[in-house]
């Protein structure tokens, strides 16, 4: 079972915590923000020790089993709320569709001034959560992997690079803006174990090799 409903009573605190700073960048007209923090190098590479280790399994698997994009406040879906969150000056119409801001993608280090190039890329894509252990969990886990603007698992990027990631894991796929490959692995084993998710042996060496140069 994912440790986040094992330990849903502890992080009540934290989600509301981070519920109140949404709302607070949303009032700002030039709000500009990003991924969550991911913890430390030396906490993921505690945690990383503590994943398990196991092949990979797919089958089964279809993107529909993992609701995305729900409504998060008002009118506003996911992809909106991280758009908002991630642009500078982001303007919505009246159904909270960013129709100006300019938005910064630390994987590339592109900036863009239309919506439409960004992609929200799940860190960890739902067909790896599913492959190292939501293939087990119900549809409303899975739901709240796919939506969670709590951990550093959604972040708007450009469309293309979010594109040609696909579902790969770090052993064969990091930011190639090497100024944040450190962030991205420390976000993907903190999202791994809050999740409870495994990570195959390639996968896990990649990892360590990364996080000794964090």
Not at 23 to 35: I, K, M, N, R, T
Not at 113 to 122: E, K, N, Q, R, V
Not at 151 to 169: E, F, H, M, S
Not at 181 to 193: D, E, F, I, L, S
Request: proline letters at 5%; one cysteine or more.
């Amino acid at each position: 079972m994912p440790r986040f409903y094992a330990r849903r009573r502890l992080s009540v605190l934290a989600a509301l915590t981070g519920l109140i700073a949404s709302a607070a960048l949303f009032d700002s007209p030039a709000a500009s923000a990003a991924l969550p923090t991911p913890v430390s190098a030396a906490t993921a590479r505690g945690y990383l020790a503590s994943l398990t280790v196991a092949a990979e399994n797919r089958t089964g698997y279809s993107r529909d089993l993992f609701p995305h994009w729900i409504t998060i406040s008002g009118a506003c879906n996911t992809r909106e709320t991280v758009l908002k969150r991630d642009g500078t000056n982001v303007v919505t119409d009246s159904s909270c569709a960013a129709t100006s801001g300019s938005w910064y993608s630390p994987y590339d280090g592109a900036t863009w001034t239309a919506a439409s190039d960004l992609d929200i890329d799940h860190l960890v894509p739902l067909a790896e959560a599913w492959d190292s252990g939501a293939g087990k969990w119900t549809t409303a886990q899975r739901q709240a992997f796919a939506n969670d603007l709590t951990r550093p698992q959604l972040i708007a990027v450009t469309d293309n690079v979010n594109q040609a990631k696909g579902d790969q894991d770090p052993a064969t796929w990091v930011p190639s803006r090497s100024a944040y490959v450190c962030t991205y692995v420390r976000a993907w084993v903190q999202v791994k174990y809050y999740y409870n998710l495994s990570v195959d042996s390639a996968e896990k060496s990649a990892l360590q090799s990364r996080l000794a140069n964090c």
